[in-house]
């Protein structure tokens, strides 16, 4: 008997903890933003740097680019 209730009183306090979670990443905490912020810039320390791709793209826009395809928004696939 107190197995069970040892296993529901764990399940509840793990679905309160659970739904704080994401409590605080809808309300948007700046608390908890701050934090992020600040694991963010640490990530990348411990990562070091990394060299560029080759994937890199210059677009430039001009009048000739605006007269073909139109005005922003232009669409990712072409």
């Known amino acids: 008997m107190k ?6 009183v764990t399940l509840l306090i793990s679905i309160a903890v659970i739904a704080a979670f994401i409590l605080s990443y809808y309300l948007k905490l700046p608390f908890l933003e701050s934090i992020e912020l600040i694991t963010y810039d640490f990530r990348f320390l411990y990562r070091g740097p990394l060299p560029p791709g080759n994937e890199t793209v ?4 001009d009048e000739k680019s605006l007269d073909e395809i139109g005005r922003w928004q232009w669409p990712r696939s072409g």
């Open 58 to 61: 210059l677009i430039v826009i």
């Open 3 to 8: 197995g069970r209730h040892n296993k529901r």
